[in-house]
């Protein structure tokens, strides 16, 4: 074999494995970063919702939720709006009730307002209370109320009685 041609193969050999190399490395960077944990700063985590939990609060979360929300956390806050499968990570399932039980209102608060890829951020917006008002909502989600819920009760079977245990 002619000396160029080894030095040849051998650069090429050389590139594909950088190339191999910059690729992996992209590639672990995006996973990485992606999966970062959502970190709340200390000064809204401690934060409480001024607002409370009351039907008029609620519709115009309701409101704003449909405009800003629905595409991508779909109407009853499944994480299956019409826009949801083209993103990653997933938007998530707002109705799973161990999602944000151990998110305290400031936390939640924090997410709406900074966003995180894909996510917009909504601090320019959204006022702080529409932000409260969507953190009040977005919580409703996982609590069954009379509009959202079938009522189960007939379904549910008697409550065993303690004293035979
Ligand atoms: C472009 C799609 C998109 C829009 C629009 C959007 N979100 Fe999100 N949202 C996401 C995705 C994706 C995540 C998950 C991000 C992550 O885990 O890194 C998320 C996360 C969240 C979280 C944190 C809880 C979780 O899923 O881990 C809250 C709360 C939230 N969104 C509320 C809202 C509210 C309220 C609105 C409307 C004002 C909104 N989002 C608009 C895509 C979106």
Not at 1 to 11: D, E, F, K, N
């Amino acid at each position: 074999m002619p000396a160029h041609a080894s030095l040849s193969l051998q650069l090429r050999k050389i590139l594909f494995a950088a190339i191999l190399f910059l690729t992996l490395a992209v590639v672990i960077y995006w996973v990485i970063l992606e999966n970062k944990p959502w970190v709340v700063p200390e000064e809204y985590k401690s934060l409480k919702n001024p607002l409370s939990p009351s039907e008029s609060n609620l519709n115009v979360a309701r409101q704003i939720y449909g405009n800003e929300c629905t595409q991508c956390h779909g109407q009853r806050g499944r994480g299956d709006g019409p826009e949801a499968k083209q993103h990653y990570p997933l938007p998530a399932d707002f109705t799973d009730p161990k999602l944000l039980k151990s998110a305290t209102d400031g936390e939640v608060f924090y997410w709406i307002t900074a966003g995180r890829r894909p996510m917009p951020s909504f601090k320019r917006r959204l006022t702080p209370d529409q932000r409260w008002q969507l953190v009040l909502l977005v919580r409703s989600f996982s609590q069954p109320t009379p509009t959202n819920s079938v009522p189960t009760s007939p379904l549910k079977p008697a409550p065993e009685k303690s004293n035979h245990q």
